[in-house]
């Protein structure tokens, strides 16, 4: 039996703003994971963002982009790293190679909309 997580997050299928690229993949297989979960060739599409009173939502990215996990070095020099040096929980570094050329940091515990890889082959 698999332990089971639930987010109280609202999830829309679709990015609903014309600055947002469309999706390339179905998002029937979509999932929330923490980001210290996002895997290697995991394509993410959001971040969850707090709503103060109400239910978090989704807050789709310009562009959807895989990620490629390496070690949060906040030392490395990217930029992005030195701002995080002070979160007060573990910081994961979701993505190296994007289309920022920076670090991709998140704080382990925040939520990500992500594409698994093994949906997308």
Excluded: K
């Excluded at 394509?43 to 989704?58: F, K, Q």
């Excluded at 020099?77 to 994007?98: F, I, K």
Aim: hydrophobic share 40%; glycine share 6%; net charge negative.
């Amino acid at each position: 039996m698999a332990d089971v997580e639930f987010f109280p997050v609202v999830v829309t299928d679709v990015p609903d703003d014309e600055d947002q690229a469309p999706l390339l993949v179905d998002p029937v297989h979509a999932r929330l994971v923490h980001a210290g979960d996002v895997a290697e060739g995991d394509l993410i599409l959001a971040a969850v963002l707090g709503a103060g009173h109400g239910l978090a939502r989704t807050d789709y990215f310009n562009d959807q982009y895989e990620a490629h996990p390496a070690p949060y070095n906040p030392r490395c020099g990217c930029g992005v790293c030195t701002n995080l040096a002070d979160e007060p929980g573990p910081v994961v570094n979701v993505s190296t190679d994007n289309h920022w050329e920076t670090c991709d940091l998140w704080p382990e515990n925040d939520l990500a909309l992500i594409v698994p890889a093994d949906c997308l082959t």
